[in-house]
């Protein structure tokens, strides 16, 4: 009867319709990346997983999955147009898959997948009218195209939801599921008895907490994400951790520590791990601040995505202004254009010696001996700032450093 409807539905092609078609996706599969880049845009708002957008992660994983699903259907399409494209079923669609399950998620959220799919459709009815003038070939091409994309969609969906379903039945059977609930009943709030918490996490509550994310940007580096929890968890002074396993990509962790460790030294221990980077929370006492902790890292976390920064390491304190002034990405482009005027353009030397000079609570003396640099250079370099910014420094000194030091994280420095 299935069969039947879809003889029904979808018949098979002429061979215009199929030279059309593959004609189209030949064309369209060299700018793959651009549209992922608009179908990952209309899919990230219309998600109301909010922490799948914020979670930088989680939404990088969304993103490939994306660019896995179009070229799948583009390359199924050269070798059958019109045919029925077989479910993605990539590992890295699978791998997003446990990712999401982990964080408690199912394929409910349907509005963010068919934003994204409206998106392909316009650019693939737009490839398609550019293709040719014949009204009668051109209907038959959509409607056939029509067919193919959301069955396909409707497919590779119904592959996902089984392997989250999966994934969420091997969890049940660990003690994770119960660690990760813990974990977001504190994170969100929610009235959990401190005792009852502790139990279940294996961690005390009580005390001071410094909270960790540590994760790579591609699946490569894995295997490395253990070891450097080891090491942050030594630099932060501390014996034990609590680990939750955010994604196959990254850790989240908690150790019981009372200062944070300068980035430079974290920076030093990850030498030997390749592609690993680390966000830091401030330090925070008991319940409330195991809680605050890890949104402090989270949000800097955010801050490298938002920013596109190559920074390895990353603490909450050092960013903290630089997440106020990032939430609107055009705004802060135009804010450090307007801030710094010329100076936005000046090689980075002159740009950290501004920087250290405010840092240093406008002391050239100590500038100079923090910079191993003669004070009378310093003094030359900020005459030429000076010059080069729309206001004078010591009128707008906040303002400035402000936008150097998004201008530093943004640059990676």
Known sequence: MHSAHMEELWPPPGEPVRALMRTVAERILPSSDEIVDEVFAAAQLGTRYRFIVDDPVLAAGDRRMSKAYLVHWLTA??????????????????????????????????????????????????????ATDDHDLLREVIEVSGHSIITFVDDSMAVLAACIEEEHTDLARGAHAERQATVQLLLEGAPIGRARAEERLGYALTGTHVAAIVWVDTTEGTAALESAAEQVMRACGAARRLTLVASTAALWLWFPAG??????TITALLDELPGVRVALGRPGRDVDGFRRTH???????????????????????????????????????????????????????????????????????????????????????????????????VENAVGVVAALMYLQLREGH
Do not use: K
């Open 77 to 130: 399409t050269i070798q059958d147009p019109g045919g029925r494209v077989p479910p993605c079923a990539d590992p890295e669609t699978l791998r997003f898959a446990r990712d999401l399950a982990r964080r408690g998620m199912d394929t409910s959220d349907l509005g963010s997948w068919r934003a994204g799919q409206r998106v392909a459709w316009r650019r693939w009815t737009e490839a398609c009218f550019a």
């Open 259 to 264: 200062q944070v460790p300068p980035t430079a």
């Open 295 to 393: 949104l402090d890292a989270a949000t800097a976390q955010r801050v490298l995505a938002r920013v596109d920064s190559a920074r390895r390491v990353v603490r909450y304190e050092d960013v903290q202004l630089v997440a106020a002034l990032s939430a609107d990405m055009s705004q802060a482009e135009q804010f450090v254009a307007d801030t710094l005027g010329d100076l936005a353009a000046a090689d980075v030397v002159l740009r950290e010696t501004v920087l250290t000079y405010v840092q240093e609570r406008f002391n050239a003396t100590s500038t100079a001996e923090r910079l191993f640099t003669h004070r009378n250079t310093i003094e030359r370099r900020l005459t030429r700032a000076d010059r080069l910014l729309p206001q004078p420094l």
